[in-house]
């Protein structure tokens, strides 16, 4: 009987089913390929063939769901009849795509006359980084992220659009409207250091709604000279009308060093073909290995003991760790009809693969808004950040830099340097296993060294806007970026290179920055006719900016251990100070043609209190135009079609205050009589703003219903009056002077492919790919006109070799000595060794000139997969790991002639043939001196730079818990790369952010691959 009635209500249910078929069009009639057919509330569903045409089977009285990308869905009711044809219309949300611009300005994206590219926060929570701007890597079309190997938080050097000018540096990072200090804390050199992070890094990706990429000049004019290298807005997430909402996030990843070595291990430790048989000679060749052929032979060490002949090929496995990474954050928001909050806690506890060291990071951040009648809006925000940096890594230089292990004899274990102090001293000295001092064992460093960096920061902001009319506000804005940051570094007791093994204080500092933002704006929307409106906006900007440092140090410490200002026998002290201001007016003046024409203008006239009072004043104005000629076209393929063109000036002034006057200082006394002295660099009473100018045209295509998109953009820029340092004879009494004197010439090509390549029911794949194509000259140094000028800029610790700007070339170039040639044939000295050609050459710049990334997206059912590829061309890299390598001996080329010399193929200054054998070791590491030009290597790479495989739970599994979603995903960084061009190294290593050094490469920290989990709950 049961079956009989279950059988029957299954008929009832079918009978009462409708076959029903149509056609689907867009609203010009054309047929759409792809439209998803689904009967809500169910599993069935279809799409719609090459025709248009559908077919599916529904009940009476329900609902059937048409959908496709670029048009807004449409329900249909299901009745009698049989056959519904359905006509969709273009989505409005697509065709009025809201782009945030300068100012905190909102505008429809057909509108704007210039680049912007927005990056979804989303796309930076699952396989994040530690400092955030990493996560923009490969995903903007002329944005350029180089990371720094120095740790956990480490600075970004970002580009927009290449060197715009000599000292380009990051674009001006903007939080919620508020300009943000984005200062690199300290960097390392030649002589080494560490990087103690950005402003960037200090802020929790789990906040950001998204980041909107302003690349022009024209796009960026509104916020004056520091926004000549481009901007960065970041929005942070805010609450939603409805009830309480919290989401919860988990992220956990493990991180691993990537050996990118290839070393020579057929020959062992020692000197001159002969392994050690002392400790001494041990001792000599810590680092160096030109010994015999390895044999497996007992050979003694620098500790006395003796250990196998044999090569050892896991030092950097095992002396760098297992890092980890885990994040928790929590946000609560909610929203009614006049306002809404959200309120967010993060905490990162971070153990970077260097033992000792890792990052602790706490963040809260509060935003809300709330509507007091009908015309006044208050928006608040608050973001506090509590930063610690245990140990933060030295990098480039020797001393207290553990990176070192990386350049180990080929059969040294790095565990014979264990604990790397003497645990029988009262003073514990430092166990040395090589004759250079300054070189620390890494052990010593990891178990005794402190390097701890703090920041205490809190951006703050509140935005008043009141609506005067219906189409006329008055907003006013106040931004506070207040950042307290220590600093304690110190010398350990029983350091090799410290007097007396004593150590000593190195850095006990304070200092306090303090960025002020406060901007009054009035604006409006005003309707000429039916066909004309204008939107305008005038206003004014108050910048203030304050930094104080104050530091003390000394030495040697009297108590062992005790790191104290107290125990040293000598005090050392330092203070430093400066404050600018720079005061703004601006307008902006968009006049609208029928929504498809819009030309807008801006200027602005900032004065620069670090000018001369005679020319501290400069006005910029920028043009742009758009014209949306989707309409006018009417194109069956084209969705939707844009061209824009503008013209812009902007402006900078010097990086410091303070350069056109002299200062004294009191000095230290003699013999009771107190000394003064004043500065190095000559006072430069002439100083003026400097000037970018840019041009730049560009479009936008989207073809097949949105399905495939286009966005081109071509600009060329010059700046003009670059302020540079000029050196100066030291007969002058100064050695240096401020000269406004440079020119920099850049142009370039930025392609934007996006497109739908799979869209059924269930599977969706979306792809985008970017490139980016750079042309840099510099066109003028130091306004001599002459052709031979050059910039020197940075340079690695061997210090044969540099990078420098050079007059109708690219910059940076690597400057390096090649070989002397004589017709063709390599110059050798007496001895057979190759000689130097004395003058250094350019060799190529250390910039890209192509870059770009490929990012694809794959939903499925509930699962989805993303992947991005990114790629760099056309740099070259001054590695000071080939310079080391090959000088000891670990370098593969080194094993020619290791038995027999080494013979070149060369010719003597007189033109005769070469007849001398140089031997091995004498041979390689005079070449290494003398031809840095050996360490110029192709910085070419292609990565896999990230993939998250994710899952979505339904609801229902939780049964009556409170969730509204889940999603778990594996995720990875930095996992593969594909491609690269040079031997033992990460093409993108390097020591230092800062352009001064762009490209160098040597003693940081291995590159590394990170994996791990995402679990994201909504409730």
Do not use: H
Request: no cysteine; glycine share 10%; hydrophobic share 35%.
């Amino acid at each position: 009987m049961m079956s009989f009635l279950v059988t029957l209500m299954a008929v009832q249910s079918y009978a009462q089913d409708v076959a029903i078929k149509g056609k689907v069009t867009d609203d010009t009639g054309s047929p759409i390929y792809g439209v998803n057919v689904a009967v809500k509330g169910t599993t069935k569903g279809t799409i719609t063939d090459s025709n248009g045409d559908y077919s599916i089977s529904a009940a009476k009285g329900s609902t059937v769901i048409f959908s496709y990308i670029g048009f807004a869905a449409t329900n249909v009711v299901i009745g009698n009849a049989s056959t519904v044809n359905i006509s969709l219309k273009p989505d409005a949300s697509i065709l009025n795509e809201v782009v945030v611009t300068a100012l905190g300005i909102s505008k429809e994206a057909r509108k704007v006359g210039y680049a912007v590219t927005t990056v979804s926060g989303d796309q930076m929570i699952k396989a994040r980084e530690t400092n955030v701007a990493y996560s923009m890597a490969g995903r903007v079309a002329g944005l350029n992220i180089s990371g720094t190997n120095g740790g956990s938080g480490s600075s970004a050097r970002i580009l927009l659009r290449g060197m715009a000018s000599f000292g380009a540096s990051s674009p001006l990072i903007v939080l919620n409207g508020v300009p943000i200090d984005n200062t690199q804390r300290g960097s390392s050199g030649e002589w080494g250091g560490s990087d103690n992070g950005d402003g960037i890094s200090n802020l929790n990706p789990d906040d950001i709604e998204n980041m909107s990429v302003l690349k022009g000049a024209s796009a960026s004019a509104l916020y004056g000279a520091r926004a000549a290298n481009g901007v960065i807005l970041i929005t942070t997430k805010s609450g939603k009308k409805g009830k309480m909402a919290i989401d919860y996030n988990l992220n956990t990843v493990a991180e691993q060093a990537i050996n990118f070595t290839d070393y020579q291990y057929e020959y062992g430790q020692g000197l001159n073909g002969k392994r050690p048989d002392n400790v001494t000679s041990a001792l000599n060749s810590g680092m160096l290995s030109w010994g015999e052929k390895l044999d497996g032979k007992s050979t003694i060490q620098f500790d006395g003991k003796s250990y196998p002949y044999s090569a050892v090929k896991d030092n950097m496995k095992n002396f760098y760790r297992t890092g980890s990474s885990i994040t928790n954050s929590i946000s609560l928001s909610s929203g009614t009809e006049t306002g809404s909050f959200r309120l967010s806690l993060a905490n990162l506890n971070n153990n970077s693969i260097l033992r000792n060291s890792g990052l602790t990071r706490r963040t809260a951040n509060f935003t809300g808004n709330q509507k007091f009648g009908k015309k006044l809006t208050i928006d608040l925000m608050a973001n506090f950040v509590d930063d610690f940096n245990n140990n933060k890594p030295q990098l480039s230089d020797g001393p207290m830099n553990a990176n070192n292990i990386n350049f180990l004899a080929t059969n040294v274990s790095e565990m014979a340097l264990q604990p790397g102090y003497n645990a029988a001293l009262p003073t514990g000295n430092e166990i040395q296993y090589n004759d250079d001092i300054y070189v620390t064992n890494p052990w010593f460093v990891v178990n005794r060294y402190e390097n701890d960096v703090k920041r205490k920061r809190m951006i703050s902001a509140i935005q008043g806007k009141y609506d005067i009319t219906k189409n006329i506000y008055g907003l006013v804005r106040l931004g506070y970026d207040y950042i307290n940051d220590g600093l304690f570094k110190i010398t350990p007791t029983g350091t090799a290179y410290s007097g007396g093994n004593a150590g000593g204080l190195d850095d006990l500092a304070k200092s306090t920055t303090i960025e002020m933002n406060a901007d009054a704006i009035l604006g409006g929307t005003f309707k000429i006719n039916d066909d004309f409106g204008i939107d305008a906006l005038a206003g004014g900007t108050i910048r203030k900016n304050e930094y104080d440092r104050v530091k003390i140090g000394g030495g040697p410490f009297v108590i062992p251990f005790f790191y104290s200002p107290f125990n040293v026998l000598n005090f050392n002290r330092d203070y430093s100070y400066a404050k600018k201001q720079a005061n703004s007016g601006y307008y902006s003046l968009d006049f609208n043609y029928k929504n498809m024409l819009i030309l807008s203008t801006t200027g602005r006239y900032d004065a620069f209190s670090t000018l001369p009072t005679s020319n501290q004043g400069i006005f910029t104005p920028s043009f742009s135009l758009s014209y949306d000629f989707t309409e006018a076209l009417k194109m069956d393929k084209l969705t939707y079609g844009k061209l824009r063109a503008s013209y812009a000036v902007v402006s900078g002034e010097p990086l410091s205050p303070y350069s056109t006057s002299q200062y004294y200082s009191v000095g230290s006394a003699i013999q009771g009589i107190t000394t003064g002295s004043f500065g190095g660099s000559l006072p430069n009473l002439f100083l003026k703003p400097f000037t970018l100018t840019e041009f730049e045209v560009g479009t936008e295509l989207k073809f097949y219903k949105n399905r495939l998109g286009i966005d081109l953009a071509y600009f060329n820029r010059k700046t003009n009056n670059e302020i540079i340092n000029g050196s100066l004879s030291e007969a002058t009494g100064y050695s240096s002077q401020l000269i406004g004197t440079g020119s920099t010439q850049n142009s370039g090509l930025e392609v934007l492919l996006t497109g739908v390549l799979v869209e059924t029911k269930d599977l969706k794949w979306t792809s985008s790919l970017n490139f980016t194509n750079i042309k840099n000259k510099i066109l003028e140094i130091n306004g001599s006109g002459s052709e031979n000028q050059q910039l020197g800029m940075g340079t690695y610790r061997p210090l044969n070799a540099n990078i420098a700007i050079i007059k109708g070339m690219p910059g940076p170039q690597v400057m390096a000595n090649d070989y002397t040639y004589l017709n063709g044939k390599i110059v050798v000295d007496a001895s057979g060794i190759p000689v130097q050609n004395g003058t250094r050459t350019a060799m190529g710049s250390v910039l890209p000139k192509v870059y770009g990334g490929l990012n694809n997206e794959v939903s499925y059912k509930n699962f989805n997969l993303s992947f991005l590829i990114d790629y760099r061309f056309g740099n070259k890299i001054l590695s000071a790991t080939n310079y080391y390598t090959t000088f000891r001996g670990l370098n593969q080329i080194t094993l020619e002639g290791r038995e027999t010399g080494v013979k070149v193929d060369g010719v003597t200054a007189d033109g005769q043939a070469n007849t001398k054998s140089v031997p091995a070791q004498t041979y390689y590491q005079n070449l290494a001196r003398r031809i840095s030009a050996l360490n110029v290597l192709d910085g070419d790479f292609i990565k896999l730079r990230q993939v998250t495989l994710g899952y979505s739970i339904k609801p229902s599994v939780f049964g009556r818990l409170p969730i509204k979603s889940a999603e778990i995903s594996i995720v990875g960084r930095n996992l593969l790369t594909l491609f690269k061009k040079s031997d033992n190294i990460d093409p993108e290593a390097g020591f230092s952010s800062l352009i001064n050094y762009a490209g160098i490469e040597g003693n940081s920290l291995p590159s590394t691959r990170t994996y791990g989990l995402n679990l994201n709950v909504k409730f």
